[in-house]
């Protein structure tokens, strides 16, 4: 039996999210989850802006590569990974979303993805004091 037109157009949106993840995953391939030469180094919390609510948010970035969300439900951990101006996280409990973002000076600006490589939203990360 031959693949339905569905089925074909299912499989070049997941050839292309993996195309996606593998071109993130480059950007920081020579990196250690989470390892930078200062920001990253030691525990920070970042205040939360994302397009798709108004919750306030705290996000606590440790220095291993992990983070956890202060939104209730206990879904919001995840690992990071960072390289010179690139930032990535993965949120493997909210069904694998990654955001991906630049880092700027004492902020992260970036686009929040689905799994399937959609984008969602907008998110900005502000470095608390």
Same mark, same amino acid.
């Given at each position: 039996? /031959?693949?339905? *037109?569905?089925?074909?157009?299912? #499989?070049?949106?997941? $050839?292309?999210?993996?195309?996606?993840?593998?071109?993130? /995953?480059? /950007?920081?391939?020579?990196?250690?989850?989470?390892? !930078? +030469?200062?920001?990253?180094? &030691?525990?920070?919390?970042? !205040?939360?802006?994302? #397009?798709?609510? $108004? +919750?306030?948010?705290? =996000?606590?970035?440790?220095? +291993?590569?992990?983070? &956890? *969300? *202060? #939104?209730?439900?206990? $879904?919001?951990?995840?690992?990071?990974? !960072?390289?010179?101006?690139?930032?990535?996280?993965?949120?493997?409990? =909210?069904?694998?979303?990654? =955001?991906?973002?630049?880092?700027?000076?004492?902020?992260?600006?970036? *686009?929040? =993805? !689905?799994?399937?490589? $959609?984008?969602?939203?907008?998110?900005? /990360?502000?470095?608390?004091?």
């Amino acid at each position: 039996m /031959l693949p339905t *037109s569905a089925a074909l157009q299912r #499989s070049a949106e997941v $050839k292309n999210l993996a195309a996606t993840v593998v071109l993130i /995953l480059s /950007l920081v391939a020579e990196v250690a989850w989470g390892q !930078s +030469d200062n920001l990253f180094a &030691r525990q920070t919390r970042w !205040s939360v802006e994302e #397009s798709w609510h $108004k +919750d306030r948010l705290v =996000y606590t970035l440790e220095p +291993d590569g992990t983070f &956890r *969300s *202060s #939104s209730a439900g206990g $879904k919001g951990t995840g690992r990071y990974m !960072s390289d010179r101006n690139a930032f990535v996280m993965v949120w493997p409990l =909210y069904d694998h979303a990654v =955001y991906v973002g630049t880092i700027g000076d004492r902020e992260i600006r970036g *686009s929040g =993805y !689905s799994k399937d490589g $959609k984008p969602y939203g907008t998110f900005v /990360l502000r470095l608390m004091p």
